[in-house]
Protein backbone atom coordinates (compact mmCIF):
# COMPACT_ATOMS: atom_id res chain seq x y z
CA UNK A 1 0.00 0.00 0.00
CA UNK A 2 1.34 3.51 -0.95
CA UNK A 3 0.13 6.71 0.28
CA UNK A 4 1.05 9.56 -1.28
CA UNK A 5 0.05 13.00 -0.36
CA UNK A 6 0.29 16.86 -2.36
CA UNK A 7 -0.98 20.01 -1.94
CA UNK A 8 0.84 21.73 1.17
CA UNK A 9 2.36 24.95 1.06
CA UNK A 10 2.17 28.42 2.90
CA UNK A 11 -0.96 30.10 3.39
CA UNK A 12 -2.40 33.33 5.29
CA UNK A 13 -4.42 33.10 8.21
CA UNK A 14 -8.02 32.98 7.07
CA UNK A 15 -6.92 31.43 4.23
CA UNK A 16 -7.42 28.09 2.34
CA UNK A 17 -5.26 24.71 1.20
CA UNK A 18 -6.57 22.11 -0.38
CA UNK A 19 -4.66 18.41 0.40
CA UNK A 20 -4.76 15.01 -1.56
CA UNK A 21 -3.60 12.10 -0.62
CA UNK A 22 -3.46 9.00 -3.70
CA UNK A 23 -3.71 5.89 -2.69
CA UNK A 24 -2.45 2.46 -4.59
CA UNK A 25 -1.75 -1.09 -3.45
CA UNK A 26 -5.03 -1.90 -1.37
CA UNK A 27 -5.72 -5.86 -1.51
CA UNK A 28 -9.00 -5.20 0.97
CA UNK A 29 -12.40 -3.70 0.62
CA UNK A 30 -12.81 -2.68 4.45
CA UNK A 31 -10.24 -0.42 5.77
CA UNK A 32 -10.51 3.79 7.45
CA UNK A 33 -8.68 6.41 5.99
CA UNK A 34 -7.27 9.46 8.39
CA UNK A 35 -5.64 12.29 7.97
CA UNK A 36 -3.57 13.31 10.70
CA UNK A 37 -1.11 16.26 11.33
CA UNK A 38 2.32 16.75 13.75
CA UNK A 39 3.13 20.29 14.65
CA UNK A 40 7.16 20.78 15.44
CA UNK A 41 7.40 20.00 19.20
CA UNK A 42 3.60 18.20 19.40
CA UNK A 43 2.66 14.44 18.94
CA UNK A 44 0.67 13.34 16.10
CA UNK A 45 -2.78 13.89 16.26
CA UNK A 46 -5.35 12.67 14.33
CA UNK A 47 -7.88 15.04 12.74
CA UNK A 48 -10.07 13.20 10.94
CA UNK A 49 -11.06 9.93 9.53
CA UNK A 50 -13.64 8.00 7.25
CA UNK A 51 -14.12 4.41 6.55
CA UNK A 52 -14.65 2.78 3.14
CA UNK A 53 -17.98 1.00 4.20
CA UNK A 54 -20.20 4.26 5.11
CA UNK A 55 -20.54 7.93 4.71
CA UNK A 56 -19.77 9.36 8.24
CA UNK A 57 -16.67 11.21 8.75
CA UNK A 58 -15.00 12.07 11.85
CA UNK A 59 -13.77 15.69 12.81
CA UNK A 60 -12.25 16.55 16.09
CA UNK A 61 -13.01 19.86 17.41
CA UNK A 62 -10.01 21.75 16.33
CA UNK A 63 -10.85 21.48 12.74
CA UNK A 64 -14.59 21.24 13.11
CA UNK A 65 -16.73 23.54 10.74
CA UNK A 66 -13.25 24.78 9.04
CA UNK A 67 -12.13 21.31 7.58
CA UNK A 68 -13.88 18.63 5.04
CA UNK A 69 -12.58 15.29 4.29
CA UNK A 70 -13.80 13.90 0.86
CA UNK A 71 -12.64 11.35 -1.63
CA UNK A 72 -13.35 10.08 -5.01
CA UNK A 73 -15.56 7.47 -6.13
CA UNK A 74 -13.10 4.38 -5.46
CA UNK A 75 -12.05 6.42 -2.40
CA UNK A 76 -8.67 6.12 -4.63
CA UNK A 77 -7.91 9.64 -3.43
CA UNK A 78 -8.76 11.30 -0.56
CA UNK A 79 -9.28 15.20 0.05
CA UNK A 80 -8.38 17.40 3.10
CA UNK A 81 -10.13 20.58 2.46
CA UNK A 82 -8.81 23.39 4.82
CA UNK A 83 -10.48 26.56 5.02
CA UNK A 84 -10.27 29.85 7.73
CA UNK A 85 -6.59 28.52 9.05
CA UNK A 86 -4.65 29.35 11.35
CA UNK A 87 -1.56 29.74 12.83
CA UNK A 88 -1.61 26.69 15.27
CA UNK A 89 -2.83 24.12 12.09
CA UNK A 90 1.15 24.30 10.50
CA UNK A 91 2.55 21.09 11.02
CA UNK A 92 3.28 18.33 8.74
CA UNK A 93 0.17 16.66 7.49
CA UNK A 94 -0.11 12.93 6.54
CA UNK A 95 -2.47 10.19 5.41
CA UNK A 96 -2.85 6.92 7.02
CA UNK A 97 -5.10 3.56 6.03
CA UNK A 98 -5.89 1.46 9.06
CA UNK A 99 -7.01 -2.26 7.23
CA UNK A 100 -9.40 -4.74 7.53
CA UNK A 101 -11.57 -2.48 9.67
CA UNK A 102 -15.38 -1.86 8.65
CA UNK A 103 -17.13 1.16 9.63
CA UNK A 104 -14.18 2.31 12.10
CA UNK A 105 -13.72 5.91 12.57
CA UNK A 106 -10.75 6.85 14.91
CA UNK A 107 -7.82 9.08 14.96
CA UNK A 108 -5.86 6.78 17.73
CA UNK A 109 -2.00 6.47 14.96
CA UNK A 110 -1.59 2.95 16.30
CA UNK A 111 -4.52 1.54 14.12
CA UNK A 112 -3.04 3.00 10.95
CA UNK A 113 -0.71 0.19 9.52
CA UNK A 114 0.25 2.27 5.89
CA UNK A 115 1.22 6.16 6.30
CA UNK A 116 2.15 8.70 3.56
CA UNK A 117 5.02 10.74 4.31
CA UNK A 118 3.41 14.02 4.49
CA UNK A 119 3.06 17.22 3.80
CA UNK A 120 4.32 20.55 4.92
CA UNK A 121 1.57 23.10 5.79
CA UNK A 122 2.35 26.13 7.25
CA UNK A 123 0.16 29.53 8.10
CA UNK A 124 1.19 32.78 8.84
CA UNK A 125 -0.23 35.10 10.98
Known amino acids: VQLVESGGGLAQTGGSLRLSCAIS????????VAWFRQAPGKKREGITC????????LYVDPVKGRFTMSSDNAKSTVYLQMNSLKPEDTGVYSC???????????????????WGRGTQVTVSV
Open 50 to 57: MSSTDDYI
Open 96 to 114: AVAPWVRGLTTTDPRLFNY
Open 25 to 32: GLTFDDYS
